[in-house]
């Protein structure tokens, strides 16, 4: 990796551009293609005449890897008040010295973001931080989302839940071989659900915990459920920082954020914003509306979902262990990732037997899943969870059916949202309501971070691009009649003994993947 | 179409003389992030612009000319970068919109597409 970092002064009109040259220097001599290094000098350019014209200085850093450059900006201050209008082409609160010098067109955030395969501002009284990344070349990891779910075929039994469960139908099972069709697949945990003897796993690149220091973890409150005893009480988060020096974070703290921010956003918008709100809470939710409903993508509120914003919420130098609840968290963390940030995944039974070992505290009672006095929540959003419920909401909302119109909405494809995520092995309702009471609790005893922000997402979100038959466009179309051909030969009755959810999809399959006709029980009576 | 070409059909001063490069299409305006996002390395830019923010056009867009208007004198470091990296820069003696027509005709003349 190479990497630079420069400083930029406040109000040095007469060396503003001095860091863009630097940096283009080096990427000349890298032999960078051209096109390329004309994106990154007007993200870089704008970014430096910003920290000149805006800030009380700052510094850019610029780091490339193999296949992309991550360009970092950062500033002490004043922050911007409000990044939804500092995008807007036009909007500018450039002074007049600015503007004589041509600056100050209110076009410098939306010319970064046009130039940028991804741009996050996360802005603070206490100063902005622009990420920034343009990737060399663009390649089937960056254009889509792609599959988490890692698959162990040999536990294989053939019985083909999976296949009907997935919501867009991208596992197959052929002869001895379970597969996922990546591009499909949006990371839900139904297939994990479902299956009974647990082919199905996350996709992580497990680093492990390291001994000593400072650790910092990320985790969903249900884990805790799961350690049998309802362990997480202000007492064990005290003794675990005490003991062990390990701080926890329970998402929920972002994933509250995220609401508020959103019901704010929702009523100063209310005229622009096309209704209802779905807040980006479920990875796999954003993920499944980008690729099945590609519509309903404005609906989606502009902010990245909590995991992301969260591991935003610390510097650089502490390494963050995430626990996730599902492939698609995974794939948030991956797919957008914040950049420099040492975030390390573990899977959540590992995070279960680490915290079994820990021992911290004395082990509660069996009956410590007692409430006496609880509170039913009372929520300004609707919240809709489980596969079926969200397809059909997700459904009606694009025909217009709905018997009215909700101002914000959750979902979750999971049943319970992520207390019905399959690690845990709990009732997710009860669970939610012991943890909805003890909230308040346990979010006052976690070490305090300063203010909990969350990430306005700034490059917005666009529908995936689907499974294509063939680049070329005239192969394709003799593609999509020979599998409407096969079709007509196939029974029609979505068996699923083939391996395939339906005969349409076996139809594809078979002509995409040459797979054998004999597959279908029907065929071979004939 | 060769910058030469442009200079001998229109009243202009050559205040640095850079090197021939081509031209193939002509960008005008006064906002530095319209200029950015417009010009690159076959890019002659007209602006009222007299300022050191110039400067950087020349240094990281590779801007090979850039024509000021009505007569204006050039700021030192504009001309000192022109020359450094030898490029054009051009006064010209007409307005904006005149300058813009003369060099529209010229291209339309060519008839290289812009």
């Known amino acids: 990796m190479i990497s630079g970092s420069y400083s930029v002064k406040r109000g040095d009109y007469i060396n503003g551009g001095q860091v863009s040259s630097k940096i283009k220097e080096v990427l000349s001599k890298l032999g960078i293609a051209s096109e390329i290094i004309r994106r990154v000098m007007i993200a870089v350019y704008e970014a430096e005449m910003n920290l000149i014209i805006h800030s009380y200085g700052g510094e850019i ?27 807007k082409e036009g909007y500018s609160t450039a002074p007049e ?6 600056f100050g067109a209110g076009m410098g955030l939306p010319n970064i973001q046009k130039n940028s395969d991804l741009f996050v501002i996360h802005s603070s009284s206490n100063g902005t931080v622009l990420n920034i990344s343009i990737y060399l070349k663009m390649t089937i990891e960056h254009e889509y989302i792609h599959s ?18 997935c919501p867009t139908r991208a596992i197959r099972v052929w002869e001895d071989k379970v597969h996922i069709i990546s591009n499909r697949c949006i990371n839900c945990n139904q297939c994990i659900h479902v299956c009974p003897t647990g082919v199905f796993k996350l996709e992580i690149d497990n680093r492990g915990i390291k001994e000593g220091n400072k650790k910092v973890f990320i985790v969903p409150l249900p ?12 007492d064990y988060l005290r003794l675990l920082r005490e003991e062990k020096g390990i701080n926890l974070y329970p998402l929920m703290l972002w994933e509250e954020v995220l609401k508020n921010k959103v019901h704010e956003y929702v009523l100063s918008e209310q005229n622009n914003v096309a209704l209802p709100v779905i807040l980006p809470l479920c990875p796999a939710v954003v993920y499944w509306i980008q690729t099945e409903y590609p519509s309903l993508v404005k609906h989606i509120a502009p902010y990245l979902t909590p995991i992301q914003s969260a591991i935003d919420n610390f510097t650089n130098d502490i390494e963050i262990t995430v626990v996730p609840s599902c492939p698609s968290q995974i794939c948030a963390l991956k797919v957008e990732e914040n950049l420099n940030k040492k975030v390390n995944i573990l899977d959540p039974f590992e995070a279960l037997n680490y915290f079994r070992k820990l021992e911290v505290g004395a082990l509660p009672n069996e009956e410590s899943y007692e409430l006496s006095n609880y509170n039913v929540s009372k929520s300004d959003s609707v919240v809709i969870t489980g596969l079926e419920s969200v397809r059909m909401f997700l459904m009606s909302l694009e025909k217009k059916q709905l018997p009215f119109m909700p101002k914000i909405v959750e979902l979750y494809t999971c049943r319970g949202g992520c207390y019905g995520a ?20 346990i979010k006052q005893s976690s070490e305090s971070i300063g203010e909990l922000k969350v990430q306005f997402r700034v490059t917005g979100l666009k529908p995936r ?49 040459n797979i054998d006709v004999k597959h279908c029980p029907y065929i071979i009576k004939e | 179409m060769n910058i030469q070409d442009i200079i001998k059909s229109i009243d202009v001063e050559i205040i640095v003389r850079g090197e021939e490069r081509d031209v193939s299409k002509v960008f005008a305006g006064d906002r530095i992030s319209d200029l950015i996002h417009f010009a690159d390395e076959k890019t002659l830019l007209i602006t009222h612009l007299n300022h050191i923010s110039l400067v950087q056009l020349y240094k990281i867009f590779d801007v090979p000319a850039i024509c000021l208007i009505t007569n204006s004198e050039p700021v030192l470091e504009l001309v000192e970068s022109a020359q450094e990296i030898k490029a054009y820069l051009l006064v010209s003696s007409l307005e904006m919109y005149e300058t813009c027509g003369v060099i529209y005709k010229i291209f339309e003349k060519d008839n290289t597409p812009k």
Not at chain 1, 97 to 102: D, K, L, N, Q
Not at chain 1, 229 to 234: D, E, L, P
Not at chain 1, 422 to 440: C, V
């Open chain 1, 61 to 87: 850093q610029f780091f490339l890897e193999d296949n992309r450059i991550d360009i970092i900006v950062k500033d002490t201050g004043p922050g911007i008040p409000r990044i939804e209008l500092a995008i």
């Open chain 1, 97 to 102: 010295e600015a503007r004589e010098m041509g």
């Open chain 1, 148 to 165: 988490f779910v890692g698959v162990e075929s040999e536990k294989c039994k053939k019985c083909m839940q999976c296949i009907k469960v």
């Open chain 1, 223 to 234: 884990m805790f459920a799961s350690l049998g005893k309802y362990k997480i009480t202000s």
């Open chain 1, 422 to 441: 399959p690690f845990w092995g709990k009732e997710p309702e009860t669970t939610r309501l012991y943890f909805e009471n003890k909230w308040q609790e």
């Open chain 1, 465 to 513: 691009r689907g499974i294509r038959l063939d680049e070329n466009i005239q192969k394709a179309m003799r593609k999509l009649t020979d599998i409407e051909q096969k079709n007509r030969i196939l029974p029609g009755r979505d068996c699923g003994i083939c391996g395939a959810p339906t005969c349409l999809d076996f139809a594809e399959d078979i002509v995409l993947n």
